[in-house]
């Protein structure tokens, strides 16, 4: 016990001593995870030195860390020495040459989903010529975008050219010793997107990262910094309905959201990352950690989130309700279907005067699918009047999944009203019989009994988004019932 | 290491010079209890880390070091008669120090149903016991219950033949002692089709400082039935951690009315594994807290096998500094089709410095289920206040009103007239304005 604490403290303690030329020259960094990798990643990204500082203080709190057991999921332990943390963008000739050499059954998918040709190649990874049309709209969107003073560019680009808003929040929201997988993501994150809107702004389109409006590719480990100073008003969107294409199994992004006074920012995810093959083989692990601050008086934070890829979903959207009559919202379904697992929720904390909070959240468990909710709704002692109400509500079709709910509420305010309601049930027969005998198919009086269901958060996302999410359901819950 | 008091060493220590004390000299039993000795040497006492201690800091307990104490200070009958429910007419057990007093009991009970000390039982009747005592306790369970079956002196045993009925309720009354640690245990074996009420009652004189730390199991069989309650009226200054584990076969109804008023730290875990097809069980809670005082229920409902139901109903009224935990966790098991479970938590905060923290959970590993929980914390209602100050009633005696209204929906939900009619008494009393609201005749 001494002996292994004293080497863990000589670890953190140890300044950087190497330099990093000869892994720079190299076109990706060997697997494992040590300071030399570390400092090989930042200077590949030339950064300035503070963020070299801070990816080292993260990794040595990292080494302190355990990983986190707590969760409803199970999987087999991650050897985080053999993740490879940084590789170059993949070459033009590695990728399929056209759509004809693509996965048929990922070609099936977009077709249900009624992607446009073009997306379906860029969602694909096929490779592109260099004037691929969205990459020019992209280009007057950011003209646009520049004109009112918004800020949205990759997050490298960020570090490079605006340092100063950079370090004044990167971390503020999610410090670097948050938890296991936020450590992670603070010594090793490659890239991600950085928005900040300046005072009393307000963003005149969604701000999307599936129209790769910052073309440069992310990876694995994903850092979203956005910021809302007074007044301004910001929508993001994030993710895409398309099963993407990825090859690293694991996922540690982290989302840091900063909205001033009167500021308010709605963050939507659409979340279809591979989910395994019917057997639970496969598929990606999503360990992330999103969170909001409302910094100022009547801020809002509001996050939508539609999870139905991933093998194991582990992700707790929150919001710090800071200034007084604050606002947080959280809207969630979450669809779990063969053997995938999802452990999500949001924690709630009040701490300013009369902040209100709304959770609603549905879970879909199919097959073998394990979906659990888990939420904190904390109000402190001088959040007087604050107010929270939860509904969380499960639908379960088949006799092997698991829907479960572990809520937590900490109230410290006696003029609080907290509110929290849940219920699980099996999908209605009656419902589905009553679209059978009109004509529906078994498939399609599901998808539209469960699209009821989850009617609540849908209305939240911006429409087309949402006519998406209600077709991805119906695919994500192919041949859940026979 | 990390600065907390390790007990561990103390208690076993402890439990050694109990020896000679200790009932049942079989084999069975021996084993039982070195195996129960054996995980609170391997596990020690929980601690904040541990999930489902979370909210229950039990550093103030840990620095007391109560041991148990061989001799009991005397304990006269007129002491008894002032904790007794008025007009109750009970077969009465009186446990004190956690050992039968026979002299303050009534006479044991006839037709051959037993209520009487489970170590004489464990002289007489062994064969009967082995199959159920410490094996209605999961085996992961938390130490304080394991150092119960470790070293229980004595306790209460009752017994009930197939088709029994009893028409009067048994009455177990445990009473603390200063500076000590206290373990009574219960045991209660209801065959097929029997029935019964049970009154388990914990006192202490108020001020007095000890530990009570008690574990009850209790069996219902096929069809039988059981109306459980326990209240909790330990000194101001006292410690208790209980457990009530409950097996309930194939058409059994076990309720249970938990009604926590006392105690400076107190500890419920309120266990109920539905085993077989049509069990049932209701779960009635109220705690009332004031002070510094801490009050934490845990329960948990395991639905094993289809077509099971449970209700459960608690409720917490909370004024000073003190702080109240509730946790409810339900699960329905793979093969539990058909399960109907509803679960409610309501939470009244009626001062700056109090606090509540609530987890209702549902863990559901079948489709064909009903199950549902809601949770929720709050003040009194303005509506309802204006309404009552309106009609000529003062603020305090009309917030108190509605507060016993608030917690009188558990009350109501006793069937003994006796029983209910005391702890309205006692309910309103707690209030300021109690005698106020008497007054007012609304009672």
Redesign the interface.
């Known amino acids: 016990m001494a002996t292994s604490n004293r080497e863990v403290e000589e670890l953190i303690g140890r300044q950087y001593r190497h330099g990093f030329t000869t892994l720079v020259e190299a076109d990706s960094l060997p697997p494992g995870l040590n300071e030399d990798i570390i400092g090989a990643l930042s200077a590949k990204k030339q950064e300035p030195a503070f963020m070299l500082e801070w990816r080292l203080k993260a990794y040595r709190h990292w080494l302190t860390m355990k990983e986190p057991k707590?969760a409803?999921v199970h999987y087999p332990p991650v050897d985080f020495q053999s993740i490879i943390y940084y590789s170059a963008p993949k070459s033009q000739k590695d990728r399929p040459k056209s759509l004809d050499e693509v996965d048929p059954k990922l070609l099936e998918t977009y077709e249900k989903l009624g992607i446009p040709l073009k997306e379906r190649e860029l969602l694909a990874g096929v490779a592109v010529d260099a004037v691929f049309d969205s990459v020019s709209v992209a280009t007057t969107f950011k003209d646009k975008l520049a004109e009112l003073g918004i800020i949205f560019c990759s997050f490298s680009e960020a570090v490079q050219k605006y340092p100063d808003l950079v370090q004044k929040y990167l971390g503020s929201v999610v410090p670097y010793t948050d938890n296991f997988y936020a450590s992670l993501n603070s010594a090793v994150f490659s890239d991600g997107s950085f928005v900040y809107v300046p005072k009393g702004v307000r963003c005149p389109m969604e701000l999307s990262t599936y129209f790769r409006i910052n073309a440069s590719k992310t990876g694995q480990f994903e850092r979203t910094l956005i910021v809302a100073d007074e007044g301004a008003y910001v929508r993001y969107l994030e993710g895409c309905t398309a099963p993407m294409r990825d090859e690293n199994q694991l996922h540690a992004a982290v989302v840091e959201l900063v909205a001033m006074k009167d500021a308010q920012i709605k963050y939507s995810t659409v979340q279809n990352w591979y989910p395994g093959d019917e057997q639970g083989r496969g598929g990606i692990y999503n360990f992330v950690t999103k969170r909001g601050a409302c910094r100022g008086d009547s801020a809002r934070i509001s996050w939508t989130q539609i999870e139905t890829g991933s093998a194991i979903t582990w992700k707790y959207p929150s919001v710090i309700l800071e200034g007084d009559n604050s606002v947080g919202e959280f809207y969630s379904v979450a669809l779990t279907n063969n053997y995938q697992q999802a452990d999500t929720g949001t924690k709630m904390i009040h701490i300013g005067k009369n902040t209100r909070s709304t959770i609603v959240s549905k879970g879909i468990a199919a097959g073998h699918g394990q979906n659990a909710y888990r939420g904190l709704v904390k109000?402190l002692?001088g959040a007087r009047d604050a107010r929270n109400y939860t509904q969380c509500d499960?639908l379960?079709?088949?006799?092997?999944?698991?829907?479960?709910?572990?809520?937590?509420?900490?109230?410290?305010?006696?003029?609080?009203?907290?509110?929290?309601?849940?219920?699980?049930?099996?999908i209605s027969e009656d419902q589905l019989y009553y679209l059978r005998q009109r004509g529906l198919s078994a498939e399609d009086a599901v998808s539209m009994v469960v699209n009821g269901f989850c009617k609540e958060v849908f209305k939240e996302l911006p429409m087309e988004f949402a006519v998406e999410a209600q077709k991805l359901i119906g695919v994500s819950l192919e041949g859940a019932v026979g | 290491m990390n600065g907390e008091v390790d007990t561990r060493g103390d208690y076993l220590q402890a439990i050694r010079t109990l020896e000679h004390e200790l009932p049942g000299r079989n084999s069975w039993m021996k084993d039982l209890r070195a195996a129960a000795a054996a995980r609170v040497e391997a596990v020690g006492f929980p601690t904040v880390r541990d999930e489902a201690w979370k909210y229950t800091n039990l550093a103030a307990l840990m620095r007391q070091r109560f041991l148990p104490i061989a001799s009991a200070p005397s304990f006269a009958n007129e002491q008894l008669e002032r904790l007794l429910p008025d007009g109750l007419d009970t077969y009465r057990l009186v446990f004190v120090n956690g050992r039968l007093r026979a002299d303050l009991s009534s006479p044991t009970l006839g037709n051959g149903e037993v209520a009487s000390s489970l170590a004489q039982q464990l002289r007489d009747h062994p064969g009967a016991l082995e199959p159920h005592l410490g094996r209605v306790l999961p085996d992961a369970i938390h130490s304080f219950a394991a150092l119960n079956t470790a070293s229980f002196v004595d306790g209460a045993c009752v017994r009930l033949r197939a088709g029994a009925t009893l028409e009067r309720p048994i009455h177990l009354i445990y009473v603390g002692v200063p500076e000590a640690l206290v373990q009574p245990r219960t045991l209660i074996i209801a065959q097929a089709g029997s029935r019964a009420t049970i009154v388990e009652q914990y006192v202490g004189a108020d001020g007095d400082r000890y530990f009570t730390n008690a574990v009850t199991e209790v069996v219902l069989e096929q069809g039988a039935s059981i109306e459980h309650y326990r209240l909790q009226q330990e000194s101001g200054r006292g410690f208790h951690i209980g457990g009530l584990y409950v097996r309930g076969e194939a058409q059994s109804s076990f309720t249970s009315h938990a009604i926590d008023l006392g105690g400076l730290l107190v500890r419920n875990d309120l266990q109920v594994a539905l085993n077989a097809v049509g069990a049932v069980c209701t779960l009635n809670g109220l705690y009332v807290a004031d002070g510094r005082q801490h009050i934490d229920n845990h329960t948990c409902i395991d639905h094993a096998k289809p077509g099971c139901t449970s209700r459960e109903f608690y409720k917490g009224v909370l004024d000073g500094r003190a702080r109240a935990v509730f946790s409810g966790r339900v699960v329905v098991q793979p093969d539990a089709q058909r399960t109907d479970a509803e679960q409610v938590n309501n939470n009244l905060l009626l001062s700056e410095d109090a606090e509540i923290d609530t987890k209702p959970e549902l863990e559901i590993y079948a489709d064909d289920v009903k199950c549902s929980h809601g949770a929720t914390v709050g003040q009194l209602d303005l509506d309802q206040l204006f309404y009552l100050r309106a009609r000529g009633v003062d603020d305090a005696a009309a917030r108190d009103l509605l507060t016993f209204a608030f917690a009188n929906e558990i009350l109501q939900r006793l069937r003994l007239a006796p029983l209910r009619a005391t702890l309205e008494r006692l309910l309103t009393t707690r209030l300021l304005q109690g005698r106020g609201i008497r007054e007012l005749e609304l009672l």
Not at chain 1, 396 to 407: E, N, R, S, V
Not at chain 1, 415 to 422: D, G, I, N, S
Request: charged share 25%; hydrophobic share 30%.
């Open positions: 707590w409803h109000v002692k499960s379960l079709m088949g006799d092997k999944c698991g829907a479960h709910t572990f809520p937590y509420i900490e109230v410290k305010n006696p003029t609080a009203k907290v509110e929290h309601e849940a219920t699980t049930s099996k």
